[in-house]
């Protein structure tokens, strides 16, 4: 008898492969982050992380520059980079959906090996992109209804569904033209310590 997703952990993991490329994807039922106060203080991951902005706008401040990231907009924390997500004070809401996904070291043969190096290079050279097709929020709400169903051959879809979205991700990455690229801010909008401050204030105000 199968299991149902209730008997599921709430994280699932899966390994994907698209030719010469190996993903570890970790991805959640709470797929879709939506928060009044949506605030998350300098922190950092192992994996890669692509946050994609549904709905409203968000400040992202890394080690390397600042960004403002809108709706439609697909944002890659790489690993090991600090990195805080701020809604704007006049935002009303956010809606961002994520997930985490670790690029393996695949020494198959030469051409893998390439292949991975390759991406690695592409994304640890880009943070924020538009996605102008709409492809990523389609995924998403899939995977959202995948989730939802219950059912034991979800799992299945929701694998099939983030192979289809991280094809999507490497055609972006290597196909948008410059002015998908979202530009850093040239002069930060926040020293770290502010931002940390703000966070603090945030946090207090709501466990008051």
Known sequence: MHKSLEQFPPEYRFEIRINNLLFDVLIGENTFLTTDEFTFMPHN???YELLYVNEGHLYIHTDKADYIAKTHDVFIAHPHEYHTVLRP???????VCALSFYLEENHADDKAKIATQELRKVLNNTHVFRDDSNTFYLFFQQIKTAFSNKQPC????????ITALLVSLVQNLYLHSPNKLIPAIPSRYM??????????????????
């Open 154 to 161: 979800c799992l299945a879809a929701v694998k099939a569904l």
């Open 45 to 47: 991951h192992s994996r």
């Open 89 to 95: 004070a006049s935002q009303y809401r956010t809606v």
């Open 191 to 208: 020293e770290r310590e502010e931002i940390i401050k703000m966070c603090k204030e945030k946090v207090a105000q709501r466990d008051a």
